[in-house]
Structures are given as structure tokens and as C-alpha cells.
């Protein structure tokens, strides 16, 4: 039976780093799920690793023709960005990996079934968490100070105890330590 793991956590928790280092250890047993979006590219992302960027009207027309398991708005500083996944067929005996929120691993539960989706929580201590966002801020070219503690706030209440509870089988993997740590716990849910 083909597993999805469906990595999730607050802005700054690691998620990228995390993802990475997995994919890296495990890139000939887990294929990634790439979602798409429409907000514009940070620097040095490229499409199709992390993020398959979009327009709006290729967006619309994937809806259009009922193509999408999961979608995501944001109101932004900077305007509208959406973040969505188009439907794809499991491999079977496959497993596959990608990062999204808990809206999205309700969504997937709801096209692939509980016993498919593996959530994975990455946890980090919030004096951390808000470290790691103003360094990657700080980071960028034009640094979007704003939308950086728009996003944090907004993750208290996403990723709320009663949200969190409310995904079935969630497991949670901290990012405090070193990332072969992290990758180290997530070992012990994917050899499941």
C-alpha cells in the first residue's frame, strides 16, 4: 500500500531543511508530491523543487476541470498567493512525500483515505521559530518584514492544540536539534 507523508509545521519550524534531508536519505523509496503556487519566488528557490510556480490563469483553468485535492488562499502584503496541489494517481507501493498545512492533510485524507496519509508535525520552540523566519528575512534581497509576522501570527492559530488534535495520526518530530536528529525521528514513522 502506497503511504503519503504530509509534512507540516509553523513558519521557520524547518520544513524545507527537513524535507530536503529526507528526500536526500530516502530519494529512491519516497517520490515528492511538488505543489503549486502563485506567489512569486524567493530567492534562490527553483520551480519545480520546492514549488511548481504558477499563474493565476493556469490555476483557474486546473479548477476548471476539477484537477485540484487541496487549494489555499492567503491574503498577503503583497496581494493574493494560492497554494494548491493538482490530483495525480498513487503508484502503487509507492510512497510520497510533500509539505502542506493540516487544511491539506484533511484534504488528502479526503481523496486518498486515512490509512494513506502519514502526517508528520515538525515542532520548534517559538523564540526559535521567530529567529529562523528574520534570518531567512533577512536573507532576501528586498526582506518582507510584514508579511514575515503576518505569517507567524497567523500560525499560533492554525496550528492551534485543538487543530493539531484534530488530525487523526498525527506525529511530531522536533527540529530543535541537528537535522540527522530530526531525520532520525522521522526514521521510526516512515519504518512503520
Same mark, same amino acid.
Given at each position: 500500500?502506497?503511504?503519503?507523508?504530509?509534512?507540516?509545521?509553523?513558519? #521557520?519550524?524547518?520544513?524545507?531543511?527537513? /524535507?530536503?534531508? *529526507?528526500?536526500?536519505?530516502?530519494? $529512491? &523509496? +519516497?517520490?515528492?508530491?511538488?505543489?503549486?503556487?502563485?506567489?512569486?519566488?524567493?530567492? #534562490?528557490?527553483?520551480?519545480?523543487?520546492? /514549488?511548481?510556480? *504558477?499563474?493565476?490563469?493556469?490555476? $483557474? &483553468? +486546473?479548477?476548471?476541470?476539477?484537477?485540484?485535492?487541496?487549494?489555499?488562499?492567503?491574503?498577503?502584503?503583497?496581494?493574493?498567493?494560492? /497554494?494548491?496541489?493538482?490530483?495525480?494517481?498513487?503508484?502503487?507501493?509507492?510512497?510520497?512525500?510533500?509539505?502542506?498545512?493540516?487544511?491539506?492533510?484533511?484534504?488528502?485524507?479526503?481523496?486518498?483515505?486515512?490509512?494513506?496519509?502519514?502526517?508528520?508535525?515538525?515542532?520548534?520552540?517559538?523564540?526559535?521559530?521567530?529567529?529562523?523566519?528574520?534570518?531567512?528575512?533577512?536573507?532576501?534581497?528586498?526582506?518582507?518584514?510584514?508579511?514575515?509576522?503576518?505569517?507567524?501570527?497567523?500560525?499560533?492559530?492554525?496550528?492551534?492544540?485543538?487543530?493539531?488534535?484534530?488530525?487523526?495520526?498525527?506525529?511530531?518530530?522536533?527540529?530543535?536539534?541537528?537535522?540527522?536528529?530530526?531525520?532520525?525521528?522521522?526514521?521510526?514513522?516512515?519504518?512503520?
Amino acid at each position: 500500500m502506497s503511504r503519503i507523508f504530509c509534512v507540516v509545521g509553523k513558519s #521557520g519550524s524547518g520544513k524545507d531543511t527537513f /524535507y530536503r534531508a *529526507v528526500l536526500e536519505k530516502y530519494r $529512491h &523509496r +519516497l517520490t515528492p508530491i511538488i505543489p503549486c503556487t502563485t506567489r512569486p519566488m524567493r530567492e #534562490g528557490e527553483v520551480s519545480g523543487e520546492n /514549488y511548481l510556480f *504558477v499563474t493565476d490563469s493556469e490555476l $483557474h &483553468r +486546473l479548477e476548471r476541470q476539477g484537477r485540484i485535492i487541496e487549494k489555499r488562499e492567503y491574503h498577503t502584503v503583497q496581494g493574493l498567493w494560492t /497554494y494548491f496541489t493538482p490530483k495525480f494517481d498513487l503508484e502503487k507501493g509507492r510512497d510520497y512525500i510533500l509539505i502542506t498545512t493540516l487544511e491539506g492533510v484533511r484534504s488528502f485524507i479526503a481523496a486518498f483515505g486515512r490509512d494513506t496519509v502519514r502526517p508528520v508535525y515538525l515542532s520548534l520552540p517559538d523564540g526559535k521559530r521567530l529567529h529562523r523566519c528574520l534570518d531567512r528575512e533577512d536573507a532576501q534581497p528586498r526582506p518582507d518584514y510584514a508579511e514575515m509576522c503576518r505569517r507567524y501570527l497567523a500560525d499560533e492559530a492554525d496550528f492551534s492544540p485543538q487543530n493539531l488534535s484534530s488530525i487523526p495520526n498525527l506525529q511530531t518530530v522536533s527540529t530543535e536539534g541537528t537535522v540527522q536528529e530530526s531525520v532520525t525521528e522521522w526514521e521510526r514513522i516512515f519504518d512503520e
